[in-house]
């Protein structure tokens, strides 16, 4: 008899609004003479957005997992690779995944909703 591995499934989320872009997250401040790197005002505001809507908040997946996700923006013009970085910093920050470098696998989509940018996404546990 085959032993087939069992995957996990978590429950399909939606978070609204349209992740910002990786490269304008992050900003350099100077304090007392030294300098630090922080997050913009508007990554804040994603990361507080997305807590709230993620139902997965604080469930720690600690083993790999795949990503499947499907991010709708407001034009064409972000780029897709951008927001998934986004969005696995935001499962970490959020408690859904202990570290963002146990994701092994992304299946991922850009698609096109002017009126109602969102991301729509499953994790499966691959252990």
Do not use: W
């Amino acid at each position: 008899m085959e032993s087939k591995k069992q995957e996990i499934d978590y429950p399909r989320q939606t978070i609204h609004g349209q992740p910002p872009s990786k490269s304008n997250t992050y900003k350099i401040t100077k304090i007392a003479g030294h300098f630090s790197l922080g997050k913009t005002n508007a990554m804040k505001e994603y990361e507080e957005s997305f807590f709230m809507q993620c139902s997965l908040r604080k469930r720690m997946i600690t083993s790999r997992f795949k990503l499947i996700i499907d991010v709708f923006f407001k034009s064409d013009q972000p780029d897709l690779d951008n927001s998934l970085k986004v969005v696995l910093d935001c499962l970490q920050s959020c408690g859904a995944i202990k570290n963002d470098r146990l994701c092994a696998e992304i299946h991922a989509r850009k698609l096109i909703d002017k009126k109602d940018p969102r991301i729509e996404f499953i994790l499966e546990d691959l252990t």
